[in-house]
């Protein structure tokens, strides 16, 4: 089992920045690639994105390319997802989630081990 818990959600305005951190213990961190999703009330869970056990390979879904960065310290067994020039279509729950191997995923069903999630919350 791999326990993931998110951390760092709050309120920020429009054109804000907020950093999410992810922190993982139960089994060896470096063997998990790990993406970021996120589900807004009354809508389906989306991709945000992902990055693979090194950090050196990363994949955006385009909404949010550009503006957001996901990058992990695999000493601190914890993954970083940094948001800058916020929208309020940002507003959602953000979710962390873990997937063994080496190939980066982009559907939820590929990954194995999720956290409770943290609100994130952009006024306009």
């Known amino acids: 089992q791999v326990q993931l818990v998110e951390s760092g959600g709050g309120l920020v305005q429009a054109g804000g920045s907020l950093r999410v951190s992810c922190a993982a213990s139960?089994?060896?961190?470096?063997?998990?690639?790990m993406g970021w999703f996120r589900q807004a009330p009354g809508k389906e869970r989306e991709f945000v994105c992902a990055?693979?056990?090194?950090?050196?390979?990363?994949y955006y879904a385009d909404s949010v390319k550009g503006r957001f960065t996901i990058a992990r310290d695999n000493a601190k067994n914890t993954v970083y997802l940094q948001m800058n020039s916020l929208k309020p279509e940002d507003t959602a729950v953000y979710y962390c989630?873990?997937?063994?191997?080496?190939?980066?995923?982009?559907?939820?069903?590929?990954?194995?081990?999720w956290g409770q999630g943290t609100q994130v919350t952009v006024s306009s």
């Open positions: 990055i693979n056990r090194s950090g050196s390979s990363t």
């Open positions: 139960g089994r060896t961190f470096s063997d998990y690639a």
């Open positions: 989630a873990a997937r063994f191997g080496l190939r980066l995923g982009y559907r939820g069903d590929e990954y194995e081990f």
